[in-house]
């Protein structure tokens, strides 16, 4: 059973940073494309930075760029996402999702995605 379990989450002042984990099993890590997502309140999930398997290709949302990091540790079967200069429009429950294949024309849109985890809640204050 393919499990996603997210951590790290949780209150932050407005120009903080944060890290985010999602442990994973259940499958073969290094077979898999990773990504974050994050749903607000009212808005629709929106894939904010994806990995491919191998760590090599990286992509980020224009919402996110140049303030997050992605990575996976393959020894560790883990994904972080590490963002810093927070806004308070970066609050949203944070996702981790993996899935095997990607369309390279749009890596982070959720259809490349089955496998879900339950989501950390992030809560940026101003």
């Known amino acids: 059973q393919v499990q996603l379990v997210e951590s790290g989450g949780g209150s932050v002042q407005a120009g903080g940073s944060l890290r985010l984990s999602c442990a994973a099993s259940g499958l073969i890590f290094d077979d898999y494309n990773m990504g974050w997502f994050r749903q607000a309140p009212g808005k629709e999930r929106e894939g904010i930075a994806c990995?491919?398997?191998?760590?090599?290709?990286?992509y980020y949302a224009d919402s996110v760029k140049g303030r997050a990091t992605i990575s996976r540790d393959s020894a560790k079967k883990t994904l972080d996402l590490t963002m810093h200069s927070l806004k308070p429009e970066d609050t949203a429950v944070y996702y981790c999702?993996?899935?095997?294949?990607?369309?390279?024309?749009?890596?982070?849109?959720?259809?490349?995605?089955?496998?879900w985890g339950q989501g950390t809640q992030v809560t940026i204050s101003s």
């Open positions: 990995i491919s398997w191998s760590g090599e290709r990286t």
């Open positions: 999702a993996a899935g095997p294949a990607w369309d390279y024309t749009s890596p982070c849109s959720r259809t490349n995605y089955g496998y």
